[in-house]
């Protein structure tokens, strides 16, 4: 028996010695679920992407009607046949609203398009068959770059441009409001009077000019803007008429 108990007693101390020389394993703390799954999501680049802010309208209205025949040829510097052989460069007469006229008013801020154009036909001006000669055609009147830039423009003034090769019948003038203080024209051209009422060409544009071009002897002396017709035949005549109206 007491072998046996002395046994016992040495099995027990093996064993606890075993248990203490292996030490308590504690087992790993749990992780912080919030924390993990931050630290396992990507972190987003930040964003480049420009939200469009939305944009203030502007509405334009044309400050004119339809002119008459005679008031286009009276108001014209110059009536010429020719051909448009070189456009240059676009630029905004007053961006800024600080030029001024002779008399103080302010420069009309408007897109300028100037095109040089050789002449073939004089009509009515102080020039010579063969010259050239720089007209200029408006767009966007009364607006400054900034607004073109920043605002949705709204406007009935139909669009004036031209295309080198481009042959028909220009009526033009020296317009002040377009120019600034002591400008003359031979520094920035002369302008297409009433935007494409003051270019004439042969193709009909609307049914009544078509009827006059399928009733004329001679259709191809019929020449066409908008809304007016000119006949080459008597187109002398007419402007001299003008001319003398005007004076009454």
């Not at 009309?108 to 055609?137: E, F, M």
């Amino acid at each position: 028996m007491k072998t046996k108990k002395t046994f016992m007693l040495i099995l027990l101390s093996v064993v606890l010695a075993v248990f203490v020389s292996c030490g308590v394993q504690t087992p790993p703390a749990e992780p912080n679920e919030d924390v993990a799954a931050q630290e396992s999501q990507p972190i987003a680049p930040e964003s480049d992407v420009t939200v469009e802010q939305p944009r203030n309208t502007i509405e334009i209205s044309s400050l004119y009607m339809e002119p008459k025949l005679e008031e286009l040829l009276n108001e014209s510097d110059i009536i010429i046949e020719g051909e448009v052989i070189e456009e240059k460069e676009s630029y905004h007469t007053n961006p800024d609203r600080t030029l001024t006229r002779d008399n103080g008013e302010i420069v009309t801020p408007a897109t300028v398009s100037p095109y040089v154009i050789r002449v073939d036909r004089v009509y009515k001006g102080d020039i010579q068959a063969g010259q050239t000669v720089l007209v200029n055609t408006l767009n966007n009147t009364w607006l400054t770059p900034d607004q073109l830039e920043n605002y949705n423009i709204v406007s009935d003034e139909p669009s004036c441009y031209l295309t080198v090769g481009q042959k028909a019948l220009f009526c033009a003038a020296f317009f002040s409001c377009y120019s600034p203080a002591g400008s003359t024209v031979d520094q920035t051209g002369y302008y297409i009077v009433y935007d494409t009422e003051g270019i004439f060409e042969p193709e009909a544009k609307n049914s009544e000019q078509i009827a006059a071009l399928d009733a004329a002897e001679q259709p191809d002396r019929l020449l066409f803007s908008e809304s007016l017709t000119i006949d080459l035949d008597t187109l002398e005549d007419e402007i001299q008429k003008a001319g003398t109206d005007s004076e009454k």
